[in-house]
């Protein structure tokens, strides 16, 4: 992939980014206006953590991150017909790891929530409707994993568009979920909302890839060479992700011990970051892996070199006049797009402290995306690893220092 395909795609992917983060955004709104950032959010937000988690870590976290470097060397080597008999192979694996996990993490809800949220151990009423909104939301898992697979597939085929636009149906679908639903389901709205919206995400992409032939067989075989050598690669793949989704279960975890709305304040002032970073990032980031898989099986490390040289100046272009601007008008910013129905002024001063010091990350944030997806192009990734190590320990370390004060 040249350097202009490089840049189109990416262009094809922020595009529906910025629609996503855009709908995203309005999601926040809705659910700003609706519920505020109170006990029932921040009990939502605690029960979507594990789903979104797992769905970081087995479907756009480890998979993707193993998948992609073995499925391009396989279109790149060995053919179409193999490349397809991988992708079912894998599917039909995930399938029934998905399955396993969904129910276990419904039956056990009970047990690990209270551990989730130590700070509503002294409210009974929250931890039950918690519990109950994990319950509700495992299933989300489900469907986002598959859609992860199908994103995957249709990236390595140099198809962009309709993988970058699927998450528009979430944010959409949650909304409409929280307006017409919330009269009478009250929180639970979301919750559907989010199940509902990942089964859209998946079904979305269905006929695109089925358009670049790609036909469901009953293929189930551990044996497999891809297969294993996927495995091989996702076991230190998951511990690098699951370092960065612990660190958000961490802060949840040391902010359920902060007055009422913490957590969603957190929640909030992240969704602003993720604007910029799922805009610039995570659209370079997305349209970058496979051209730098491809280039790793064909063993052109110069030109890898090249290729993130490129992806990490256009991040620092980009990101740093995005710290300032964040920085600048973070209150205002706040107060004119959230401060409408149940979110008062206590909320947006909240939200704006939590920006401030997010924001001081934000470029650093974009250029370890870039530079971590060329060491898994690579299929190294245990260095990700020791180094994610490292910071997992300084945020639990710095939690501790700095939660008083």
């Not at 988690?53 to 991150?65: F, I, P, V």
């Not at 944010?171 to 859209?200: H, K």
């Not at 076991?235 to 975890?253: D, H």
């Not at 060491?375 to 501790?400: C, E």
């Amino acid at each position: 992939m040249k350097k202009g395909t490089i840049i189109r795609a990416a262009g094809v992917v922020g595009l529906g980014t910025l629609l996503s983060r855009i709908f995203g955004l309005a999601r926040l709104q809705v659910i700003a206006y609706i519920f505020g950032s109170s006990a029932s959010t921040d009990a939502f937000w605690i029960g979507f953590t594990l789903p979104n988690l797992l769905r970081s870590l087995l479907a756009e976290g480890a998979l993707s991150t193993a998948f992609i470097p073995v499925f391009s060397e396989y279109l790149k080597n060995k053919g179409e017909e193999e490349a397809k008999r991988l992708v079912n192979n894998v599917l039909n694996i995930l399938i029934i790891i998905l399955v396993m996990v969904v129910g276990l993490g419904i039956s056990l809800a009970p047990w690990y929530v209270k551990y989730l949220a130590i700070g509503f151990r002294e409210y009974p009423s929250q931890m039950q409707l918690t519990i109950k909104l994990t319950q509700i939301m495992f299933p989300f898992l489900f469907f986002i994993s598959l859609a992860a697979v199908e994103m995957a597939v249709l990236n390595c085929k140099g198809h962009f568009t309709t993988p970058a636009f699927a998450p528009l149906l979430f944010n959409i679908t949650v909304i409409l979920c929280a307006f017409l639903l919330s009269p009478t389901c009250g929180v639970y709205s979301l919750a559907i909302g989010v199940v509902i919206g990942g089964a859209m995400q998946f079904l979305f992409q269905v006929p695109s890839l089925v358009k670049r032939g790609f036909s469901y067989h009953f293929i189930l075989s551990l044996r497999d060479p891809g297969v294993r050598k996927i495995a091989s690669l996702i076991g230190p793949a998951t511990l690098g992700g699951i370092t960065l989704q612990v660190n958000v279960i961490i802060n949840r975890i040391f902010a359920s011990t902060l007055p009422s709305g913490s957590i969603s304040s957190l929640q909030y002032a992240m969704r602003l970051i993720q604007f910029p970073l799922g805009l610039f990032a995570i659209a370079l980031s997305t349209s970058i892996f496979p051209a730098l898989s491809t280039l790793a099986a064909e063993r052109k490390i110069k030109e890898i070199g090249k290729t993130v040289s490129l992806g990490i100046r256009i991040i620092l272009l980009v990101l740093i006049p995005s710290t300032i601007g964040l920085i600048v008008i973070r209150e205002p910013l706040i107060s004119l797009l959230f401060q409408h129905g149940a979110f008062l002024s206590r909320d947006t001063l909240m939200t704006s402290q939590a920006l401030f010091y997010y924001s001081l990350g934000l470029a650093a944030m974009g250029g370890v995306m870039i530079l971590t997806r060329a060491f898994y192009s690579l299929q190294d990734v245990i260095t990700p690893v020791k180094i994610s190590m490292l910071v997992l320990a300084l945020n639990i370390l710095l939690n501790f220092l700095l939660i008083s004060p």
